[in-house]
């Protein structure tokens, strides 16, 4: 992937995160591009609306391909203009890191779709070479429960505490690092294969229990990119990436408590591991 434009570039490059994934040019045409612009396109149709952190954010068609506006109420907007002919996203206006770092994840999904890609919010863990993700709501213990593998379980290590980038290859699934990862700074230029999903809820115990596809469908969904769910030249492919790692990865719910005992019950089911006792 690359990014053009100085001003864009300058930008991308002191947003936190986004040096361990840089890789010098090859010379070779890109594939996917980030290229500065200075249009903004109207809207024919805006099909998602969001209001959050004083920032309104549409997401919609315009008369040459799919629009994100990110509009602060105190400052100047940011654009993001895909055009599906070029594969380029282009990108004009405010380039606030605030602004520009959630600019960049929705164009990178919209580029990467089409390569049965799909970045998931959740935290994911390592352990014995293999990814494990951590699905929920916010404020449901992602961060928390990554956290307990750490100090609970020996050799575990954190990818990604916000949203690793899940892709199938060669009829595998793996877990890549991203330059987005939330509360928790881990920016890993890494892949694991995946081992798992697991949907946590909090309860006043400790149970896990295996899904069946269409309630690990029903698990996994809620934390794909909630705009490509209103279009369907998005959606289809999103829902067949999401079909395609469900069919080869299992996916499980864990109700819990946030104590190191919840974490030593997941890594024991979803690794197989027998715990010895003595006497």
Not at 130 to 153: C, M
Not at 160 to 173: C, H, K, L, Q, T
Not at 216 to 231: Q, T
Not at 258 to 276: C, I, Y
Request: glycine content about 8%.
């Amino acid at each position: 992937m690359e990014v053009q434009g100085d001003e864009l570039c300058t930008a991308v490059e002191v947003l936190q995160g986004f040096a361990p994934f840089a890789v010098e040019a090859n010379g070779e045409e890109p594939q996917l591009c980030f290229a500065a612009a200075d249009r903004v396109k109207t809207f024919t149709k805006v099909l998602y609306e969001l209001e959050h952190e004083g920032v309104v954010t549409r997401f919609g068609h315009t008369a040459e391909g799919l629009r994100l506006c990110m509009q602060p109420t105190d400052d100047a907007a940011l654009d993001l203009l895909y055009s599906p002919a070029d594969r380029v996203a282009y990108v004009a206006g405010n380039l606030a890191a605030r602004l520009l770092r959630f600019a960049l994840w929705i164009g990178y999904g919209l580029m990467t779709l089409s390569h049965r890609t799909v970045a998931i919010h959740s935290s994911c863990i390592v352990y014995d070479g293999r990814a494990v993700l951590f699905l929920g709501e916010s404020g449901t213990g992602k961060s928390t429960h990554t956290r307990l593998w750490r100090e609970h379980i020996e050799g575990a290590m954190l990818l990604n505490d916000d949203s690793p980038v899940i892709r199938f290859e060669e009829g595998r699934v793996y877990a890549y690092g991203s330059p987005w990862s939330g509360k928790t700074p881990c920016y890993c230029a890494e892949r694991y294969e995946l081992k798992a999903c697991v949907r946590l809820s909090q309860a006043p115990h400790n149970r896990i229990s295996k899904l069946s596809l269409l309630q690990a469908y029903g698990a996994i969904h809620p934390s794909c990119p909630p705009e490509f769910a209103y279009d369907e030249s998005l959606y289809d492919p999103m829902s067949q990436t999401i079909g395609d790692i469900l069919q080869r990865v299992p996916c499980y719910h864990m109700a819990c408590l946030p104590d190191g005992e919840a974490a030593r019950m997941t890594w024991e089911t979803v690794f197989g591991v027998v715990m010895s006792c003595e006497l």
